[in-house]
């Protein structure tokens, strides 16, 4: 029963993640969650209390999968810029794949309307590229002029900044031919030797077919 409920309560979320990408937090009503879910009112509110706890689920489940992410691709078993490019790719996909993840950026960005305290964005990731940047330098691979701690909010600034254009665009179909030019400009800015950029580009997205490199 448990299992079922857990199943039950995660399409749940799925299907109106989607329509908040779709319609935003005002345009979407339980009703109409009802309606893709094929769910009663009664059934959602068992699982959540009103829309804004509903909200809330996933834009928390938006933040949770971010660490197994991190944790997959910048462990300690790559080269840290390696792993930081893989990252990016890996969150650049599932921006636009994840309805969850997709959903809890809507939300997010219609934080003001929601009646509920939702988790702070981008300070983890600021961090975590952070981490990154300076495992590389201990690795002997960030160029001495580089400060880790400006560095890693500069790239966070244009990774999100990217999204952004990318998904006005083209709904992000284009996203990552888009973040592998990004990174054609910055790898040679970051790295002791900066003609190693494009090797590093295809080391870190050897099975990619689709990605421009």
Same mark, same amino acid.
Request: aromatic fraction near 8%.
């Given at each position: 029963?448990?299992?079922?409920?857990?199943?039950?309560?995660?399409?749940?979320?799925?299907?109106?993640?989607?329509?908040?990408?779709?319609?935003?937090?005002? %345009?979407?009503?339980?009703? @109409?969650?009802?309606?893709?879910?094929?769910?009663?009112?009664?059934?959602?509110?068992?699982?959540?209390?009103?829309?804004?706890?509903?909200?809330?689920?996933?834009?928390?489940?938006?933040? @949770?999968?971010?660490?197994?992410?991190?944790?997959?691709?910048?462990?300690? %078993?790559?080269?840290?810029?390696?792993?930081?490019?893989?990252?990016?790719?890996?969150?650049?996909?599932?921006?636009?794949?994840?309805?969850?993840?997709?959903?809890?950026?809507?939300?997010?960005? +219609?934080?003001?309307?929601?009646?509920?305290?939702?988790?702070?964005?981008?300070? %983890?990731?600021?961090?975590?590229?952070?981490?990154?940047?300076?495992?590389?330098?201990?690795?002997? +691979?960030?160029?001495?002029?580089?400060?880790?701690?400006?560095?890693?909010?500069?790239?966070?600034?244009?990774?999100?900044?990217?999204?952004?254009?990318?998904?006005?665009?083209?709904?992000?179909?284009?996203?990552?031919?888009?973040?592998? @030019?990004?990174?054609?400009?910055?790898?040679?800015?970051?790295?002791?030797?900066?003609?190693?950029?494009?090797?590093?580009?295809?080391?870190?997205?050897?099975?990619? @077919?689709?990605?421009?490199?």
């Amino acid at each position: 029963m448990q299992a079922r409920a857990g199943a039950t309560r995660r399409s749940l979320m799925e299907t109106a993640a989607c329509l908040f990408h779709e319609r935003g937090f005002a %345009g979407t009503s339980i009703s @109409d969650i009802g309606n893709a879910s094929g769910l009663t009112s009664g059934a959602i509110y068992f699982h959540f209390s009103n829309k804004d706890a509903l909200a809330r689920a996933i834009v928390e489940a938006h933040f @949770d999968a971010w660490p197994v992410l991190i944790e997959r691709h910048a462990g300690a %078993g790559v080269p840290a810029v390696v792993g930081l490019v893989r990252l990016s790719f890996a969150v650049a996909r599932a921006f636009r794949d994840d309805p969850l993840v997709r959903g809890g950026a809507r939300l997010w960005s +219609e934080r003001y309307g929601i009646d509920a305290t939702l988790p702070a964005p981008f300070v %983890g990731w600021i961090a975590a590229v952070r981490a990154l940047l300076e495992r590389a330098r201990e690795e002997g +691979e960030l160029a001495d002029r580089i400060d880790s701690a400006g560095a890693a909010k500069a790239i966070i600034h244009a990774f999100f900044g990217l999204h952004t254009v990318s998904d006005a665009l083209s709904g992000r179909a284009d996203i990552e031919n888009d973040l592998a @030019d990004l990174w054609r400009l910055l790898l040679p800015a970051l790295l002791a030797e900066p003609d190693a950029a494009e090797d590093t580009l295809r080391l870190a997205l050897p099975a990619v @077919d689709e990605v421009r490199v």
